[in-house]
């Protein structure tokens, strides 16, 4: 998940506070960030639209582009 922690890096938010607003575990979040673990499709719609980018971005750190 290359996207979620360059966007939470771009705003300058800690995992603690993007934890506590996702209502998960700043080990979990660490773990999405570091491809430990995959959150659920749930989770990913979430943190979507919390961090207003998309999924695709959050995977893979670029948005969906058709060829």
Do not use: C
């Not at 506590?20 to 979040?29: A, F, G, P, V």
């Amino acid at each position: 998940m290359i996207g979620l922690k360059q966007v939470r890096q771009q705003r300058h938010w800690n995992q603690q506070k993007v934890a506590i607003d996702l209502h998960i575990s700043r080990e979990s979040l660490s773990y999405y960030e570091n491809g430990k673990r995959e959150p659920s499709l749930s989770l990913l719609v979430a943190m979507s639209k919390y961090f207003n980018v998309s999924i695709d971005y959050l995977i893979t750190g670029e948005d969906f582009r058709p060829r």
